[in-house]
């Protein structure tokens, strides 16, 4: 009895982990530099125009919307934005960005012209591209691009 108890105590706590990994909620202030991160993707806020909190969330490569889906090389994440009255902002002023750290085989594809960052325009249900750059950090390279409204993103081969 007292190791299926274990057992079953281990799995919760995995099962946890694995649900806190595929989100992150983050509070952000006015003027600050904020870097909200899950995983090898993120946000960041230079000289934020918000307070309130900053919800990512991370969504598999099955079953989007749209038509024409890009061939994405990790997972989406989800953004949302919500002001200190707990109000969903859906359009964002001031810089933000969406990033996406790359490793050896996105590198190249970036190299060679091939990578950008898709947002999903749900007016006219299609993926669009967003001014991608890159950014050098030894070990630590993304791809960003400044977003003008929350929603869904990801890294992918361009079409």
């Not at 929350?150 to 079409?159: A, D, F, I, N």
Request: a positive charge.
């Amino acid at each position: 009895m007292n190791k299926k108890f274990v057992l079953t105590v281990a799995a919760v706590i995995l099962a946890l982990s694995l649900l806190a990994a595929s989100s992150s909620v983050q509070a952000i202030s006015f003027g600050e530099n904020t870097d909200v991160s899950l995983g090898r993707a993120g946000l960041v806020f230079t000289y934020s125009q918000y307070d309130g909190l900053v919800k990512l969330t991370r969504t598999g490569k099955g079953n989007l919307p749209g038509e024409f889906i890009p061939k994405f090389t990790q997972h989406l994440i989800f953004t949302r934005l919500y002001d200190q009255d707990n109000t969903k902002v859906n359009s964002v002023v001031g810089p933000v960005y969406v990033y996406f750290k790359i490793r050896g085989p996105e590198q190249r594809l970036w190299n060679k012209g091939a990578l950008t960052i898709y947002y999903y325009d749900s007016w006219k249900n299609k993926w669009t591209e967003c001014p991608t750059n890159f950014i050098f950090k030894p070990g630590n390279s993304r791809v960003s691009c400044r977003i003008s409204k929350m929603g869904l993103y990801g890294v992918g081969v361009k079409k």
